[in-house]
């Protein structure tokens, strides 16, 4: 099976329209182009953990969390330079989230983006500085004197990244992951370790996006943390399905691994064929939450499609 039959959609619905993904492939392409700029270059002292952490965040990946903070960002008519090193410093944190989870004393994976991960590429006491040190270059980027905010919306800003980082977010969930490991977690269970694991960070790419430009009125608000929710329990959901169906090298990543660990997922608990259900509706209310921003969304809403079609 296909992993876009897995998902519930035909073949032809996993291609999103042409002018969606031409902005997509430049928003990307920024994307990869900013991280570059802003991480030190590899021939720069210490010379092996710059190329480690170069190795880490350039090429591949498919940028999502960029790509909602230039949705996000262009609805509200943000700067695309300001929302180019805004989307660096959310896509640094997931970077190190990567490699520290890929590690042994975490999943213990050799696969990452169609290449060794970063503590087999180099070594453990490598990757574990690589995550230390994207993880304090994110705050380095986000904290810079910029001119377009003023200091108490960035301070609100770098607060926002930080707790979706943290114990009450990213870490939190991850956490939460480690410990579940062979244990038969409930429905609401596993939606609150992912709303923490995955979401917090993909919400936090959606309102930092946002707030770069125009501040959102509290409906605004809202809605855009509606919108955030729907698509970070989505994302997870189709990771679910794709792990279950999926090939590694259609995957980059090591394909199954959830079902040999012992991981309780959306399809253990539900099965393939309600995941894609749900999987469905959340894209549905993704769209509906963007309701009261009107065309200004679209790309936002884009983004939802791409997540619950995906093919890897």
């Given amino acids: 099976m296909s992993a ?5 959609y ?18 990307q392409r920024d994307a990869e182009s900013a991280l570059a700029r802003f991480l030190s270059p ?24 960029p790509l909602l903070v230039c949705a ?10 300001l929302l180019e090193k805004v989307a660096a410093a959310v896509e640094m944190i997931h970077v190190y989230s990567l490699v520290h989870d890929d590690m ?3 999943d213990d994976d050799a696969l990452r983006r169609g290449k060794a991960t970063v503590h087999v590429q180099y070594d453990e006491a490598t990757a574990l500085l690589v995550g230390d040190a994207l993880q304090a270059q994110a705050f380095f980027l986000l904290s810079e004197p910029e001119p377009a905010l003023d200091p108490a919306r960035q301070l609100a800003m770098v607060r926002l990244l ?24 409930t429905l609401p269970q596993l939606e609150r370790m992912h709303r923490l694991k995955t979401g917090a960070l993909l919400r936090a790419a959606v309102l930092l996006g946002a707030s770069s430009g125009r501040q959102p009125t509290p409906e605004e608000r809202s809605a855009l943390d509606d919108y955030a929710s729907a698509i970070g329990l989505a994302f997870q959901v189709v990771d ?13 990543k090591t394909a199954g691994k959830d079902a040999v660990d012992g991981k309780p997922t959306y399809v253990s608990i539900l099965g393939l064929d309600a995941s894609r259900q749900l999987a469905r509706k959340l894209r549905d209310d993704a769209h509906r939450a963007l309701l009261p921003l009107g065309e200004d969304a679209h790309r936002l809403r884009e983004i939802a499609d791409l997540i619950v079609q995906r093919q890897a």
């Fill in 72 to 81: 996000a960002g262009s609805a509200f008519g943000a700067p695309r330079a």
């Fill in 4 to 8: 876009a039959s897995a998902v519930g």
């Fill in 162 to 185: 930080a707790q979706a980082a943290g114990s009450l977010g990213m870490c939190g969930g991850q956490a939460i992951d480690l410990g579940s490991v062979g244990l038969q977690l």
């Fill in 42 to 65: 590899a021939a720069q002292a210490p010379e092996r953990l710059h190329e480690a952490m170069r190795y880490a965040a350039l090429g591949g990946g498919k940028r999502v969390r």
């Fill in 104 to 106: 042994p004393c975490m």
């Fill in 240 to 252: 679910d399905i794709l792990d279950a169906t999926a090939d590694s090298a259609t995957l980059g």
């Fill in 10 to 27: 035909a073949p032809e619905a996993a291609h999103p329209p042409v002018e969606f993904a031409v902005w997509m492939q430049q928003t």
